[in-house]
């Protein structure tokens, strides 16, 4: 991790009373267990963050210690607000549409998106580093502040739900001394793996059911590719967040190098979630597209045209395996 920008960001974090708080619309754990690292770990110093992200908190992550602190956003920042801090949040965009209204810049960035363009005053953006929890963890010991119990149960929730349970690319033995040294600061294992993947509300699994059953499968059984239509939601009554983790069904068959997932919004627009093995650089498809992330796992926004889109992406994913990026 570059020292020089994290000392940078330690000093600017330090001196900040009233700093506020924000992740990335749709969040997932490594969202919230960053959101609420930092915000723990700044209240035990002594400062007063405001945490904030759009929809505030969804049910999945109510059981992360403080989780009453994240609200949805404001339409003003509050008045004393001395520092802005974006987590985990791979364009500015992506912070989400009301805080594009805000005339204040971004002070602090610290991400691990490698298509993070680095639109903060100061950015910390390791893309070698699995989650962004691990990289708060490592400022954190640069910084020598204290991670409570609380801090670290949600950096670890982070840690885990990035790295889908320690099982990607990217998990390393550094990962795995960070998520070590959380355990022995107070993170339980079993409890947040219970709370993150033994406990899918009956909703979730109705809409898991539908969505699996769309299942196609191409480029010689490399490609597979799920669809979600508006209507699934009223049928299984499940809500927008439900849909996380259902394209590790499909990129999970044995042989499917690339796994996709294609959200039609009732509005006309289409959500893309691409995930590798490894052979495909889905990053660099996504971005081909206006999207971004990671090698391993990527996505795409696009506000119409979605079936065309779709075929796109679709091609451009066969391409990419009848001529793999290594
Ligand atoms: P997911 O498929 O879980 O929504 O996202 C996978 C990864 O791609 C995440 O790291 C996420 O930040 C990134 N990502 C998802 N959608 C977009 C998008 O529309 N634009 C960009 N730049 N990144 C995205
Ligand atoms: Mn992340």
Known sequence: MDKASTQKIIDRLSSAQHPVLLTHIRPDGDAFGSLLGLGHTLRARGQHPSLFVEGGMIPMYQFLPGSELVHDHPTRLPEKTDCIVSLDTS?????????????????????HHISNPGYGVINLIDSQIPATAGVLFHLFQQ??????????????TGLSTDTGSFRYRGTNAQTLHAAAALVELGADPSEVAKQCYLSITHE???????????????????????????????????KSEDSEGIIEDVSSIQGVEVGSLFEFMPDGGLRVSLRSKGKVDVN????????GGHKAAAGIRFTKDAQKNQELVLAAISSALSSPAK
């Open 91 to 111: 364009t500015r965009e992506r912070l989400g549409p009301k805080t594009l209204s805000w005339p204040q810049p971004i002070d602090i960035v610290i991400d």
């Open 143 to 156: 910084a020598e502040w204290k991670i409570t119990p609380d801090a670290a149960t949600c950096l670890y």
């Open 204 to 238: 979730r699994h109705a809409l898991r059911k539908l969505v699996t059953d769309t299942i196609s499968i191409k480029d010689r059984k490399m490609s597979a590719y799920l669809t979600i239509l508006p209507e699934f939601y009223a049928k299984s009554g499940a």
């Open 284 to 291: 660099s498809i996504a971005s081909s597209f206006g999207g």
